[in-house]
């Protein structure tokens, strides 16, 4: 059992201990959500899959922040807001964007890439250092950016 995913459980028990039913309400999709990838991919998760599950959950609540802002169901957007904030407590540290800046600089520079046509090969090598760490689809602009410029 990977070590996030024992941080998941203790963190389960500690909620139904403290009785905060919202948190041990998120706490126990994720660990469902991380149950469902072990039984499709039929073997146990490393901790960098489980990082993946819970990027991916995290994700799907930013984006369902916005949809019910646009749709003007802010209860909904509180709620999708809450779990977001359970999720991030089991994620790495975020960049910053002067960080992620930083990185697509010097990723851009190592690569050598020229323009546009590189963007796989820089996207790529940003995916390996910066995965968990930033919003990939801000990293994917914010590479658009410096190479087209």
Known sequence: ???IK???TAEMKAAMKSGNKSRLGTIRMLLAAVKQAEV???TALSDEQVLDVLTKAAKQRRESI???EQANRLDLADIE???LAVITTFLPEQLSDDEISNEIDRIIKET???GMKDMGKV???ANQTLKGRA???LVSKKVKEQLSA
């Open 135 to 137: 919003d990939m689809a």
């Open 112 to 114: 050598n890439a020229a």
């Open 40 to 42: 499709d991919s039929r």
């Open 66 to 68: 916005d949809q019910y």
């Open 6 to 8: 024992d941080q998941l």
């Open 81 to 83: 807001r809450a779990e």
């Open 1 to 3: 059992m990977s070590s």
């Open 123 to 125: 996207m790529g090598v």
